[in-house]
């Protein structure tokens, strides 16, 4: 069964990026083990992505100048990408970009899937979107040990306990990877 699983890592203050949009703070962390990411995204059919996400991706990894990297990091899924613009795409990537509601377009992203789970990659307010309108599943966030003062939050919503439930805690190097399932709220 496809789930919608929204996985992230987080500042222990609950940020994602910080005020510039940056996760420099998050490659300055000791990785976890080799072997869980891995795992995690063997489960993934298909990616789900904001534009400040996609850009940062873009930027980051030098997509656009070394396009065949894309496959490196995600295979031959399909990526969504929600945003009001067209943004540039890297050479031989099945990037689609898309606008408006996360409801009208999530029976394309499922059946992108093919069976296999989405993967909200970010950011928080796209997280709160699929959230919001009843359809996401899972949040995992692996919490490392940085503090920042500010930034993009996991998720700029107010969800009450009712509607998550800790399935698992674990240790991942100097990361805590909390999973929770999400119930679905008053739509």
């Known amino acids: 069964m496809t789930r919608v699983i929204y996985y992230t890592a987080s500042t ?19 990785p976890p083990p080799p072997g869980s990411y891995e795992r995690f995204l063997g ?56 606008a408006g509601d996360v409801r009208a377009v999530v029976d394309r992203v499922r059946e992108a899937a093919g069976g296999k789970d989405i993967w909200i990659v970010g950011g928080g307010d796209l997280a709160g979107q699929f959230l919001t309108a009843g359809l996401l599943d899972e949040i995992q966030v692996a919490v490392a040990p940085v503090a920042l003062p500010g930034g993009a939050p996991v998720l700029p919503l107010r969800v009450e306990s009712d509607r998550l439930t800790l399935r698992s805690v674990e240790q991942q190097g100097q990361f805590a990877f909390l999973t929770y399932d999400v119930r679905p709220g008053p739509q």
Not at 14 to 30: P, Q, Y
Not at 43 to 61: D, H, I, N, R
């Open 12 to 30: 222990i203050t609950g940020f994602i990026a910080d005020e510039h949009n940056s996760l420099d703070w998050l490659f300055a962390v000791e």
């Open 43 to 98: 489960t993934v059919g298909v990616l789900v992505q904001g534009s400040t996400t996609y850009e940062w991706v873009l930027a980051f990894e030098g997509l656009l100048d070394d396009p065949g990297r894309w496959g490196t990091l995600y295979g031959e899924r399909p990526t969504f990408v929600f945003s009001t613009r067209d943004l540039p795409i890297p050479a031989g990537a099945d990037v689609r970009l898309v």
